[in-house]
């Protein structure tokens, strides 16, 4: 089994930073990519940032140059650096990861954490 555990959610500030963490535990032969999405109330879930084994990230528009993406891949981890955050970053941020269990297995299996709220008021 898999595991996607998150931390780091909270009620910030407009234009304060936050640093989102998440690890993955279990049977994990690789994870060709990771990722954070979000989802606001009555919106739809996004992607928010992404990151692959090779290192090559993609960004939201809306994010680029406040947020950063990261991973230690020796920890099977990956964290979300949050700086100048708007109200309207407010929302449910999910990790998500595309896992490998086996050597066999291609391209992976999707695997999600349950969320950490993110709160951005004055």
């Known amino acids: 089994q898999v595991q996607l555990v998150e931390s780091g959610g909270g009620l910030v500030q407009p234009g304060e930073s936050l640093r989102l963490s998440c690890a993955a535990s279990?049977?994990?032969?690789?994870?060709?990519?990771m990722s954070w999405y979000r989802q606001a109330p009555g919106k739809e879930r996004e992607l928010v940032a992404r990151?692959?084994?090779?290192?090559?990230?993609n960004y939201a528009d809306s994010v680029k140059g406040r947020l950063t993406i990261s991973r230690d891949y020796a920890k099977n981890s990956v964290s979300l650096q949050m700086n100048s955050l708007k109200p309207e970053d407010t929302a449910t941020y999910y990790c998500?990861?595309?896992?490998?269990?086996?050597?066999?297995?291609?391209?992976?299996?999707?695997?999600w954490g349950i969320g950490t709220l993110v709160t951005v008021s004055s």
């Open positions: 990151i692959y084994s090779t290192g090559n990230t």
């Open positions: 279990g049977s994990i032969y690789s994870i060709p990519s």
């Open positions: 998500n990861a595309v896992i490998r269990t086996s050597a066999t297995q291609w391209p992976g299996t999707n695997y």
